[in-house]
């Protein structure tokens, strides 16, 4: 496994072009551009529209979380801490969000 990084979603979007990579994490939250508006651009390029995308955010709202889902990120399976409930969109996504087993 190889892991290049970018410093802002402008870099990102260019390394993405570049290197091909088989899978990017990105913050939603980035310099520059949003991680939402990177997506848009990645997903209009014939070169990266093939390339999942897997948002990171601190935003895990519910309504941040069905905002992303919306916008085309790969989902992932995800835990909630033991004390919270299982995230709002769980019923869109069933086997992906779960309690934590304790």
């Given at each position: 496994m190889r892991l290049i990084t970018a410093v802002d979603g402008t870099l990102?979007?260019?390394l993405a072009?570049?290197?091909?990579p088989q899978v990017?994490?990105?913050?939603i939250n980035l310099p520059?551009?949003?991680?939402f508006k990177a997506l848009k651009i990645l997903r209009g390029d014939a070169a990266t529209a093939h390339i999942?995308?897997?948002a990171l955010s601190a935003n895990?709202?519910?309504r941040d979380i069905e905002r992303g889902l919306e916008a085309g990120f790969f989902p992932l399976p995800h835990q909630t801490h033991s004390n919270q409930r299982v995230h709002g969109h769980a019923q869109r996504c069933?086997?992906?969000c779960r309690k934590r087993a304790d």
């Open positions: 990102g979007i260019e072009r570049a290197a091909q990017i994490l990105m913050d520059g551009i949003s991680g999942p995308v897997i895990a709202m519910p069933p086997g992906i």
